[in-house]
């Protein structure tokens, strides 16, 4: 039996005239950098260049991030890793809202939790930044905290005073062993956003 990411694969359907409520803004946070590459802090890029893979789509570098875009079922999904940090997140956000014209609800934000156990996906409307720093610029940045927020759990299995080494450290084999997996189904997710919409998306997918 196809998976919901199988059976969502069609033909990308192509137009002029793009219906800007059917128009999404999918922004994985991470930091850029061969060093960081690999850490769990950047599982937003991660998740995205799976998404792209699958789409057979590359990212192309341009303002404030790197950009790829691809039409699926009647929707626009454009890709954003931003290139100025991940304390920074909010600049490349907002610009590429604004870029794409594309409504703050049709945003959604991919991020890691350490209050999730690993692999643990979970979507929101809303929300504080939970002391999550990319967050917590992208909040400032679009002055309101009502934005969607997809997080992918990486648990908070580090020593006290050890969280920064613990997020900008590399994933452990017990992580990898699985992380295949998890990011088809965060790509699903993706999809599902943008086809079926947020509350629908959180009842199919949140705790899975």
Request: aromatic fraction near 10%; charge should be positive; hydrophobic fraction near 35%.
């Amino acid at each position: 039996m196809l998976s919901f990411f199988g059976r969502l694969i069609g033909k990308k359907e192509a137009g002029n005239k793009i219906d800007p409520m059917k128009k999404f803004l999918i922004a994985g946070l991470g930091n850029i950098g061969e060093k960081y590459e690999n850490t769990r802090h950047n599982i937003g890029f991660k998740i995205l260049d799976y998404l792209a893979e699958k789409q057979g789509i590359s990212f192309e570098t341009q303002k404030l991030g790197d950009v790829a875009t691809f039409k699926f079922k009647g929707r626009t999904f454009v890709l954003l890793k931003p290139s100025t940090y991940m304390n920074l997140s909010g600049k490349a956000v907002n610009y590429w809202l604004q870029k794409e014209k594309i409504q703050p609800e049709n945003l959604l934000v991919v991020t890691d939790d350490l209050n999730l156990s690993f692999g643990t996906l979970r979507l929101k409307t809303k929300g504080s930044d939970g002391g999550h720093n990319g967050l917590k610029d992208i909040q400032t940045q679009l002055n309101t905290t009502n934005y969607n927020r997809f997080r992918f759990g990486i648990s908070d299995d580090f020593s006290k005073g050890r969280q920064i080494d613990y997020v900008l450290g590399e994933w452990g084999n017990d992580e990898l062993d699985t992380m295949t997996e998890r990011l088809e189904t965060s790509a699903e997710v993706i999809l599902s956003f943008g086809t079926a919409g947020i509350n629908n998306t959180m009842n199919t997918f949140n705790g899975k």
